[in-house]
């Protein structure tokens, strides 16, 4: 197994992945003083000396990522955009927390080392935490990698098996109680990205009525309340290059207590499977068409059998999972449509969205035969 490696999973591979994540120059609208955090810094995190190369992470919609480099330390540095306040994707204190506390039972969590809530150092609340180095595997594989049957194969029971683990985590023993609301949690989930759909659309996608409907209507009760990441995905985990094994996993600004079916009905609206049409192979974003990797619906037994938890409904959280991609992509379209951002990378994404309405009804019509 080849190795790639940025540090914090955004890949330096030089393919086209790596071109949209690589680390690069800090952008001028997301610079901050350096100075001032590194005297910050030496005051809460022993053990740091000289002055840091900063470079910063390029991919990413949401909170903004620094690498700061010291002569033998290597720290990451997560900030929300400017103008930003402090909702639960942007609130940095909430992450921080969230980290800390989960890192005792859940040992891939990256080690949290300082929370700044002093607006004097760079005007907004940050966290520094270690760098997790190691192989994150996007779209396409790294130049000179490869992926054998019995290996993807592998990687795919991993990637079920450690969600797994996370969602067998007991939120009180983690004193992690007051990450959620709790129960309720699939119909909030329902009336919420129905709303946010409906206040992101635009004129050349569809309105999704059928759908939320369907929703609204088969909504299965709550089948536990667990932790959840709500953005389970490889180019997510970090992996030791030879073996394969986590090493560590990331972005969990949207971590929560919730319904652990509903994350893995979210989790699998992004994994393609080789038999799937043209359309989704084109969006692929993550190698889970190799030979020999799980299908979805072995996937979801695989996950019945480790946790114990019925799908019996499995329909509702394919069709939620799908619907809540089409929703973010939909939002970050609507940015684009309203020339709030002129990122190229979002122009078609109306297509994209059009695209998960007919999946959706299709898995609707299916469970209906």
Not at 31 to 55: M, N
Not at 100 to 125: H, M, N, Q, S, T
Not at 282 to 307: K, N
């Amino acid at each position: 197994m080849g190795r790639t490696d940025d540090g914090n999973g955004r890949d330096d591979t030089g393919g086209r992945e790596a071109a949209l994540d690589r680390r690069g120059a800090v952008r001028a609208e997301d610079a901050f003083d350096v100075a001032r955090v590194d005297a910050w810094l030496k005051e809460h995190v022993a053990g740091l000396d000289g002055a840091p190369e900063v470079t910063q992470f390029s991919g990413g919609a949401s909170n903004l990522t620094y690498l700061l480099r010291y002569p033998g330390a290597e720290l990451v540095l997560r900030r929300p955009p400017a103008g930003r306040k402090a909702s639960s994707a942007h609130d940095m204190a909430r992450e921080y927390d969230v980290q800390r506390k989960l890192r005792p039972v859940f040992p891939y969590v990256p080690a949290v080392r300082a929370l700044c809530r002093d607006p004097e150092v760079i005007g907004c609340d940050f966290y520094v935490m270690d760098r997790v180095p190691g192989l994150i595997l996007r779209g396409r594989l790294p130049a000179g990698t490869t992926l054998g049957r019995a290996r993807a194969r592998e990687l795919s029971e991993t990637f079920v098996d450690t969600l797994a683990d996370l969602h067998g985590i007991d939120p009180g023993a983690a004193g992690l109680t007051g990450l959620g609301k709790g129960a309720g949690y699939v119909r909030r989930q329902v009336e919420g990205w129905t709303h946010r759909y409906a206040r992101a659309r635009t004129w050349n996608t569809p309105g999704f009525s059928k759908v939320t409907a369907w929703l609204a209507d088969n909504q299965p009760d709550d089948v536990a309340i667990r932790v959840i990441h709500n953005d389970w995905r490889l180019d997510n985990i970090v992996l030791e290059p030879d073996t394969l094994r986590v090493t560590g996993v990331l972005d969990w600004e949207m971590a929560t207590l919730g319904d652990p079916l509903m994350d893995l009905g979210s989790a699998l609206a992004y994994w393609v499977q080789a038999d799937d049409d043209r359309v989704a192979r084109a969006t692929r974003r993550q190698p889970s068409h190799l030979p020999g990797m799980l299908t979805r619906a072995e996937i979801v037994e695989r996950y019945c059998d480790r946790t114990g938890l019925p799908a019996d409904n499995w329909a509702f959280y394919e069709v939620f999972g799908l619907f809540r991609l089409a929703a973010i992509a939909q939002q970050i379209y609507y940015r684009y449509h309203h020339r709030r951002t002129r990122n190229p990378a979002f122009r078609n994404l109306w297509l994209a969205v059009n695209y998960l309405d007919w999946r959706c009804r299709r898995v609707i019509a299916r469970s209906r035969l």
